[in-house]
């Protein structure tokens, strides 16, 4: 990693990990992304939270979630211990109508490392937005989980070969 990388960690909340959407894998992607954090030097850390409102269109989808004011949108312990920019958000991409790409202009960060959950949806399209601000871009692949454990290997493949992401696991990273 170079000193303008940043790590984005998507949505690693109570709904996604141990509530409505959650599940034994996620709970690992959890475990293991601790793991690197906690090793982590000075690399700066972004976080995502999914915060909904009432009636949100996006509950027309999947029902409530992630509702601004409950638990389902906290971050879960494990990674809410970590000194990070945490960026609030309604929508699958994180930089949309969010202050991500300012942040990392901010900060200086052009190589940035993704993971988190779903690896079809949020991280699949914040890779998106990612691209289409052109920010080089890994994801790590062990570090992400999808809520439907059959579209993470396809939405890894796409993320490849649409954005041309290097796929990278969390121990070969270097901090």
Same mark, same amino acid.
Request: some cysteine; glycine content about 6%.
């Given at each position: 990693?170079? &000193? ?8 690693? +909340?109570?709904? %996604? ?6 599940? $034994? ?7 293991? @992304? #601790?793991?690197?954090?906690?090793? #982590?030097? *000075?690399? /700066?850390?972004?976080? !995502? #939270?999914?915060?909904?409102? /009432? ?7 999947? &029902? *409530?979630?992630?509702?601004?004011? !409950? ?5 879960? /312990?494990? =990674?809410?211990?970590? $000194?990070?920019?945490?960026? !609030?958000? #309604? ?20 190589? =940035? ?5 779903? @690896?079809? =949806?949020?991280?699949?399209? !914040?890779?998106?937005?990612? %691209? %289409? ?5 890994? +994801? ?8 439907? /454990? ?7 493949? $796409?993320?490849?070969?649409?954005? &041309? ?6 121990? *070969?990273?270097?901090?």
């Amino acid at each position: 990693m170079k &000193g303008n990388s940043a790590i984005i960690v998507v949505d690693l +909340v109570h709904d %996604f990990v141990d509530g409505k959407f959650g599940s $034994e894998e996620a709970k690992s992607v959890v475990k293991r @992304t #601790r793991d690197l954090l906690s090793k #982590r030097r *000075e690399l /700066p850390l972004i976080v !995502t #939270r999914d915060y909904h409102m /009432p009636n949100d269109p996006e509950f027309a989808i999947w &029902g *409530e979630h992630c509702l601004q004011g !409950t638990v389902g949108s906290e971050l879960v /312990p494990e =990674i809410a211990e970590f $000194e990070s920019h945490v960026i !609030t958000k #309604r929508h699958y991409d994180a930089f949309y109508d969010s202050d991500l790409d300012g942040y990392l202009s901010a900060i200086g960060a052009n190589d =940035i490392y993704i993971c988190g959950i779903s @690896t079809d =949806i949020c991280v699949r399209h !914040t890779v998106a937005g990612a %691209f %289409f601000r052109n920010y080089s871009i890994s +994801v790590i692949e062990d570090l992400c989980a999808a809520i439907d /454990p059959n579209h993470h290997a396809a939405a890894i493949k $796409e993320m490849k070969s649409l954005y &041309g992401v290097k796929l990278v696991k969390s121990g *070969e990273l270097k901090q």
